[in-house]
């Protein structure tokens, strides 16, 4: 039998020859758009921390209190002796800020998923989901042993004829996943159509806000606040660890949901309680989200989404970029655009064409991820940009011309 290396060692190659290959890159700063990435000075674009808040003096200073008033870790699960003052006030927080009645915090948005959707799910009901979400669905999902559907991205035909067969043919109940905004592509999901649609066919409904809270919505909860539909969507997930500037994810709806998950949902029984820092910088980030910090931060970033896609998107009329949800983004030759959220992929298709174009960016100083299979599909890889709050105009500008100036 041929060792563990050498096996794996035959595994890398290929990953690297078909230029999938990754490595992590140390960076020795704090997330910031001035990054210090294998020992360059860069200005990055990569980053989820959309309203800057990962290093906002006020949830440094909650992580702060947090650590010397419970200290560094929990020391259990939830369900032990883990369940601290700041993961109540979080939940507590969260349902405020979201207008649900309950909420459950995990320790990552992964793990919400991978808790939420087997806790409900088992193998005579039926998982619809859109083909683009997050990989933390699709695991969920097949963990969960349900009979697993994909319909083509934000396709309500197609979703409609899974659900038409699957009250004919399925005998448990049946859930349709999909996200607000989507990760990689930075459109949106027609919410309000799911909703009837899902309603009409009594399914049940579960929406990642992942890349939305704190963007989108008067109260900035999420797409589903900005559509108007929230009260109709029976599981909400989210991640803290984006616009909200800390780490940890989240479950709400009713009181029942969560007390429901708590008892079931087994990424949340058998894992140690988020430390108390990340529970507090988390409602400390949620709690400027909701003030004037994350109105005036909102609307900065906007801006300067509708600043990149005017200089990029000349077919686009330059005063607003807020198309309608599931509308489809631009498409130019080489690359298309979207500028419905802070996620502006510029596709490129190949995988190696994709890492020289980083590559190319970063010779003139820029930090752009090139994203690839298996985050996107084969084919369809693409530097993924995203703007921040505490990104300035002028940075903005000086990334247009670079993406110009390589004709990207
Ligand atoms: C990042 C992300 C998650 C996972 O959240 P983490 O807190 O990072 O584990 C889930 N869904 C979507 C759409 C995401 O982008």
Not at 131 to 142: M, T
């Amino acid at each position: 039998m041929s060792s563990l290396d050498d096996v794996l060692d035959q595994r890398l190659q290929s990953i690297r020859a078909a230029g999938l290959y990754r490595h992590v890159r140390r960076v020795d700063s704090a997330q910031s758009p001035h990054l210090r990435l294998d020992d360059r000075d860069l200005l990055s674009f990569s980053s989820n921390d959309y309203l800057g808040l990962a290093e906002h003096p006020d949830l440094k200073r909650a992580a702060i209190e947090a650590v010397e008033r419970y200290g560094a870790g929990c020391g259990a699960s939830r369900l032990i002796c883990g369940s601290l003052a700041p993961h109540h006030e979080l939940e507590e927080a969260i349902s405020s800020f979201k207008g649900t009645e309950a909420t459950l915090v995990f320790g990552s948005g992964y793990a919400a998923a991978l808790g939420t959707i087997p806790a409900l799910l088992g193998t005579e009901d039926t998982v619809v989901l859109d083909k683009l979400v997050h990989a933390s669905i699709v695991d969920a999902a097949r963990l969960s042993g349900a009979k697993l559907r994909v319909f083509a991205h934000n396709d309500l035909n197609d979703l409609e004829e899974i659900l038409l067969w699957a009250s004919r043919s399925r005998k448990g109940k049946v859930l349709v996943v999909t996200e607000s905004a989507f990760s990689m592509d930075g459109d949106l999901a027609p919410l309000k159509d799911l909703v009837q649609l899902k309603e009409r066919h009594g399914a049940w409904l579960m929406v990642d806000e992942a890349h939305a809270t704190g963007l989108y919505g008067l109260r900035r909860r999420g797409l589903a606040e900005e559509l108007n539909v929230a009260a109709h969507i029976e599981i909400q997930m989210g991640t803290l660890g984006k616009a909200v500037g800390a780490s940890g994810g989240y479950i709400c709806g009713s009181r029942r949901l969560a007390d429901y998950l708590l008892n079931r949902a087994r990424s949340f029984i058998f894992s140690t309680a988020p430390v108390p820092a990340a529970a507090a910088a988390a409602t400390a980030g949620i709690s400027l989200i909701q003030g004037e910090t994350g109105r005036a931060r909102t609307a900065h970033v906007w801006e300067l989404v509708r600043q990149l896609a005017s200089q990029f998107a000349p077919a686009q009329s330059g005063n607003s970029c807020k198309t309608a949800p599931g509308s489809a983004p631009s498409d130019s030759p080489a690359w298309r655009l979207t500028a419905t959220s802070p996620i502006l992929p510029l596709i490129i298709g190949s995988e190696s064409d994709a890492l020289r174009a980083a590559a190319a960016l970063q010779e003139l100083g820029i930090f752009v991820p090139a994203i690839r299979y298996p985050t996107v599909a084969r084919g369809a890889a693409r530097l993924r940009i995203t703007l921040s709050a505490s990104h300035t105009a002028q940075e903005v500008a000086r990334l247009g011309n670079a993406l110009q100036e390589l004709a990207l």
